[in-house]
């Protein structure tokens, strides 16, 4: 079983920062992606950014610039270094795992974070 810790969200002003942090336990041998999640109130979950095993990365245009995503192989742990932020950047931050089983791709979710940010 793959299980994902997160931590690291709070409230912060505007163009204030936040680090999150996503630790994976469990059988994670096999994974292909890492990456963040965000679903604000009345809105779907929208991918934020991702990092696969082979060191590229995907970022939404509205995060360009200003969110960077990383790893640390050693702790099973990615970090999302979230800069300049908005209030339109609240939200609940989820961490995914993508992990593929023979020809199976599975998704393991975080219980997620909220990330409030002030005007």
């Known amino acids: 079983q793959v299980q994902l810790v997160e931590s690291g969200g709070g409230l912060v002003q505007a163009g204030g920062s936040l680090r999150l942090s996503c630790v994976a336990s469990g059988n994670i041998f096999g994974t292909t992606a890492m990456g963040w999640y965000r679903q604000a109130p009345g809105k779907q979950r929208e991918l934020v950014a991702v990092l696969t095993s082979g060191g590229s990365t995907n970022y939404a245009d509205s995060v360009k610039g200003r969110f960077t995503i990383s790893r640390d192989n050693a702790k099973n742990t990615v970090y999302l270094q979230m800069n300049s932020l908005k209030p339109e950047d609240t939200a609940v931050y989820y961490c995914?795992?993508?992990?593929?089983?023979?020809?199976?791709?599975?998704?393991?979710w975080g219980q997620g974070t909220q990330v409030t940010v002030s005007s």
């Open positions: 995914n795992l993508k992990l593929r089983r023979i020809v199976d791709i599975y998704d393991f």
